[in-house]
């Protein structure tokens, strides 16, 4: 599937949240193809999925918006690297879950 995407560096907070953004509406697409391909998908988990990448993307576009020790160059670092490895970890995780709902039926 399209939902190797991982974020792996950051140029600027600017890219960055473009990026959590259009990997989150890629998950938006591949859970509404999936719901579509598969009927025996129920409509309940499908919304909930949905409301999981929602939330997903606008929690790690808030916390892009807002790092931890602004002053420190090592603490902002670190802190982005922290989020980008907590975001695909969410991304893998949402992915997973989702591919999981055609398999339980």
Request: aromatic letters at 12%; one cysteine or more; glycine letters at 2%.
């Amino acid at each position: 599937t399209g939902l190797n995407k991982e974020i792996y560096f950051m140029a600027s907070r600017k890219n960055l949240k473009k990026w959590i953004h259009i990997i989150a509406e890629e998950l938006a697409m591949e859970c509404y193809v999936n719901f579509m391909l598969f009927p025996n998908i129920k409509e309940e988990d499908f919304n909930s999925v949905l409301q999981k990448i929602y939330n997903l993307d606008k929690e790690f576009i808030s916390r892009a918006n807002h790092p931890n020790g602004t002053k420190e160059t090592k603490l902002v670092k670190n802190y982005y690297k922290s989020l980008i490895e907590n975001f695909n970890q969410s991304v893998v995780e949402i992915a997973n879950e989702m591919l999981s709902l055609n398999k339980n039926k």
